[in-house]
């Protein structure tokens, strides 16, 4: 090991300063790579897997921070996925508030970990504070609610799924899942949500040994929300089939198309039959800061449980998400205590270990950067780049709405917008890939069998020009991709 790179930080002057060092020669590298305002550099696949593959894996000796330090800014930083360009637009993928970058280097200077107290006490009082808050700012009652922070919302909406699970076993047959394991009427359990609700669910009923049959798509309407009737005669008929619907999930923010579930017609069809109601708000939930459009938020605290992702419209790093849930015993689903971990002792002594909450173990900090990014910015700069994210949509969407050259089928309640060059799919397909070499990232997809283009606009620095004018350089691509 050379003597210039510390192993570890300390108290030492010596070493601050070197640290402090490496940690500007890392900037400097990182800055250098911001060489124009494309999102990517358009190289091809083949060619940059054989770069990578010369980067070589385990030396037999170090070859020390510099060193490393330019081969990745030679070979790596170059193709890294711009996420801060306005021409980076094709998933709920953002780029990243700069204070909460800082709050990364905070998190990974000290490391301190979530799973019990001794191992982050201010960590635990922060998250644990933070998740307060967060149940008061979407309607519920932080005394009696709960949450835990998770990886991301694929995370938090299956533990959702499995308080849903252990919540009904035990309501409508008395069974207890997390001693006995699965109950004998297991295989007829449903679980409702809509036909284009995140895959996430399909996943967590696979993982719950239920497999994607028992997820039942309800088709959505022409703005693209949950049925009610289609859903109202899909339990009738399943209840009549001896199947028990648990659990059903309202999406606040399609992922495609962005459209909010109607969580109160769902909410009284939830109580009729006995299920639970959780809201994946995974997209939507940065909402709730607009000034202007929380309102298409307020039924998300009929939900039993919230999904809220703060690497989407947040523009939080990667990864930090949580999981509400509105009666706090239901997230108990996880509570387990280890002679090692988390004694009872402790905990009827104040030390809160947060492991009991979680399907994690060792977990992040997260919560630390929800809040500096909630405290430096207050509701009022949230609210402005929220309300920007969305007008932006509307305004793209008038925009080729009243251009022929375009098809676009649903008005947009949140940041994203599915369109099409009224052209055939293989012209729309060209187009993206021509975008993509010359550094313009943008979305596609399928609707009604016809392939589709998406933007999903969370960047706050993109104004109506740069739209205007990457839908006349669509249009040109269109025309180039036909011939
Ligand atoms: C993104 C998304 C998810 C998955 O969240 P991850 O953080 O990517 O795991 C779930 N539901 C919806 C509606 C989403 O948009």
């Not at 494309?38 to 770069?51: C, N, Q, V």
Request: charged fraction near 25%.
């Amino acid at each position: 090991m050379s003597a210039t790179d510390p192993v570890l930080l300390s108290e030492s002057k010596e070493i601050q300063d070197r640290f402090s060092e490496m940690i500007a020669e890392t900037l400097s590298s990182v800055f250098r790579s911001y060489s124009d305002d494309s999102a990517f550099s358009g190289i091809d696949p083949y060619e940059l897997r054989d770069k990578v593959g010369e980067l070589g894996f385990l030396p037999e000796n170090g070859r020390g921070f510099e060193q490393v330090l330019k081969d990745t800014e030679k070979v790596i930083l170059p193709h890294m996925l711009r996420t801060w360009s306005t021409k980076y637009m094709p998933h709920l993928h953002s780029p990243v508030l700069t204070e909460t970058i800082c709050s990364e280097l905070i998190i990974s200077c000290f490391n301190d970990s979530m799973d019990s107290w001794d191992q982050g006490p201010a960590a635990t009082e922060l998250e644990v504070s933070m998740i307060r808050g967060l149940a008061g700012l979407f309607g519920y009652v932080p005394d009696t609610s709960d949450g835990c922070f998770t990886s991301g919302g694929s995370q938090s909406n299956i533990s959702a799924i499995i308080a849903a699970r252990d919540w009904y076993c035990m309501e409508r047959f008395g069974w207890d899942v997390k001693m006995n394991g699965l109950p004998p009427e297991y295989g007829k359990l449903r679980v409702y949500t809509s036909e284009i609700s995140h895959f996430s669910m399909d996943k967590a009923s696979h993982i719950l040994g239920m497999g994607y049959s028992a997820v039942r798509k309800i088709p959505v309407d022409s703005k693209c929300r949950i049925d009610l009737k289609e859903f109202e005669r899909m339990l009738k008929e399943d209840v009549d089939a001896g199947l028990y619907p648990y659990c059903a999930v309202a999406t606040f923010g399609t992922t495609d198309f962005g459209s909010i579930d109607d969580a109160k017609g769902m909410r009284e069809l939830c109580d009729r039959y006995g299920m639970h109601l959780h809201g994946d708000a995974a997209y939507g939930s940065g909402l709730i800061m607009s000034r202007r459009y929380r309102d298409r938020l307020s039924a998300i605290s009929l939900c039993d449980s919230i999904t809220i992702d703060f690497h989407k419209m947040f523009l939080l790093p990667i990864s930090c998400s949580a999981i509400l849930m509105k009666d706090g015993e239901r997230l108990k689903c996880f509570e387990l205590h280890a002679d090692y971990l988390n004694r009872e002792e402790d905990e009827e002594d104040g030390y809160i270990n947060l492991v009991g909450k979680s399907m994690q173990t060792t977990r992040r900090f997260d919560a630390l950067k929800v809040f500096m990014a909630f405290q430096t910015r207050g509701v009022e700069g949230f609210s402005r780049i929220i309300d920007t994210a969305v007008g932006n949509a509307s305004y793209f969407f008038d925009r080729i709405s009243s251009d022929d050259a375009f098809i676009a089928p649903v008005e947009p309640e949140l940041s994203s917008v599915v369109f099409a060059l009224d052209m055939g799919d293989d012209v729309n397909k060209r187009v993206r890939r021509m975008l993509l070499s010359e550094g313009t990232v943008i979305g596609q997809t399928v609707k009604d069998g016809r392939v589709m283009l998406k933007f999903t606009l969370l960047n706050p620095n993109l104004t109506h020009d740069m739209i205007d004018s990457i839908i006349a350089r669509i249009k040109e691509l269109g025309v180039q991709a036909r011939c």
